[in-house]
């Protein structure tokens, strides 16, 4: 999608960089980049909650519209406080769905599910742009997973970990670079969404 074409159906977004006074006993200032604006009202579930790096780049998708294909789709977009990129139409091609809110490592690679119906996805792009489908999951049984939570994490190495579903419908916290991690069983329940570290801890709660 030519970038000049979009435009993003999205409300105010911004970036907030915080001040802090070396004593504890002043106010706080704030500064603040607006990323993006639109007059436009936001249409319900337009867009994503922004991630943001430790680097203070942002990640977000949302609704936009191309003139061009006269029709609208979910949209990656990625900014620096100054210039907001998009980087991949998920709708383009993953089909027409739905996503969560993104996460995004200090790399400027990004990863998101990605709901379509009875299916989903995950997905990692790369800085460049570039995407892999890391894992996929149906509720009809056609998949390795039935679903995933939504919820995921990924670390520096853009490793990503996400709660699964498996089709005897038990749960897997699985690392996608190299499978499973843990199993639900009657000692181990009710478990959580993971978290991932950048030397490939995972962390979740049974």
Request: glycine fraction near 8%; charge should be negative.
């Amino acid at each position: 999608m030519d970038p000049m074409r979009i435009r993003a159906v999205i409300g105010a977004l911004a970036v907030v960089t915080l001040s802090l006074f070396p004593t504890a006993v002043q106010a706080v200032d704030y500064d603040f980049a607006s990323v993006d604006s639109s007059g436009t009202a936001l249409p319900e579930l337009g867009a994503t909650v922004p991630s943001v790096n430790t680097s203070g780049t942002i990640a977000f998708a949302a609704l936009a519209f191309d003139p061009a294909a006269n029709s609208s789709g979910y949209v990656v977009f990625r900014g620096d406080g100054v210039q907001l990129m998009p980087l991949l139409n998920l709708t383009d091609v993953l089909g027409v769905g739905s996503p969560s809110p993104l996460v995004i490592n200090d790399a400027g690679a990004l990863a998101v599910h990605y709901s379509l119906g009875t299916e989903a996805a995950v997905v990692r792009i790369n800085a460049d742009g570039s995407f892999v489908v890391l894992a996929r999951a149906d509720q009809r049984g056609s998949a390795p997973y039935l679903e995933f939570a939504a919820a995921i994490s990924m670390n520096a190495a853009g490793e990503v970990v996400a709660l699964a579903t498996n089709p005897d419908a038990t749960s897997s916290i699985v690392r996608f670079d190299d499978g499973g991690i843990a199993r639900s069983s009657p000692a181990l329940v009710s478990l959580s969404s993971p978290t991932i570290n950048d030397v490939g801890v995972v962390a979740f709660t049974a």
